[in-house]
T-cell receptor, first 110, second 112 residues
Framework: GQNIDQPTEMTATEGAIVQINCTYQ??????LFWYQQHAGEAPTFLSY????GLEEKGRFSSFLSRSKGYSYLLLKELQMKDSASYLC???????????FGTGTRLTVIP | DSGVTQTPKHLITATGQRVTLRCSPR?????VYWYQQSLDQGLQFLIQ???????AKGNILERFSAQQFPDLHSELNLSSLELGDSALYFC???????????FGSGTRLTVV
């Protein structure tokens, strides 16, 4: 089975940095994904980690520690358009389907 | 445009009815996944097809069924609809193997 935990809501200021944490429990880890979802829209892919460490992609970075069952998404130089839900998802060995957490709703304020 | 096409975008129907949601995957993608997202809920995995065959099943109700056709498009059939089935239904596709998903824009189903 799997258990994925994320904070429900976060608020941050425009131009600042915010870190969204995700913890998971799974038997047979095979990758962690982060998606962004604006209200009523489709999730869009942000990042993928399968090995420990930091993956950087522009203003967005994602970190993974497999031994701790822990990941975070780091958003720098926040913009108002970054207000959205951020979904952490885990894939298991032998499967291609992803199991999603309930998401973190981020609100960026001026 | 993500390349994954879902129709219809909106659907309003009465309890007890049956509806069919359609998904065309991105060109070249062999896998199709269906997810349900209720208000303030996470994405719940329903079912996966790969090149026409069912590959994985999640929390899909017996009233729901799906299939993937030879042209790789997929249909999700929801029958004996209940108020609680009101949700966004997303289809996603992938090449298969180690890649992530590309989601369609979803079908918003409202059961009244």
């Amino acid at each position: 089975g799997q258990n994925i935990d994320q904070p429900t809501e976060m608020t941050a200021t425009e131009g600042a940095i915010v870190q969204i944490n995700c913890t998971y429990q799974t038997s047979g880890f095979n990758g962690l994904f982060w998606y962004q979802q604006h209200a009523g829209e489709a999730p869009t892919f942000l990042s993928y980690n399968v090995l420990d460490g930091l993956e950087e992609k522009g203003r967005f970075s994602s970190f993974l520690s497999r031994s701790k069952g822990y990941s975070y998404l780091l958003l720098k130089e926040l913009q108002m358009k970054d207000s959205a839900s951020y979904l952490c998802a885990v894939r298991h060995i032998g499967a291609n389907n992803l199991f999603f957490g309930t998401g973190t709703r981020l609100t960026v304020i001026p | 445009d993500s390349g994954v096409t879902q129709t219809p975008k909106h659907l309003i129907t009465a309890t007890g009815q049956r509806v069919t949601l359609r998904c065309s995957p991105r060109s070249g993608d062999l896998s199709v996944y269906w997810y349900q997202q209720s208000l303030d809920q996470g994405l719940q995995f329903l079912i996966q097809y790969y090149n026409g065959e069912e590959r994985a099943k999640g929390n899909i109700l017996e009233r729901f069924s799906a299939q993937q056709f030879p042209d790789l498009h997929s249909e999700l059939n929801l029958s004996s609809l209940e108020l609680g089935d009101s949700a966004l239904y997303f289809c996603a596709s992938s090449v298969g193997g180690g890649s992530g998903y590309t989601f369609g824009s979803g079908t918003r189903l409202t059961v009244v």
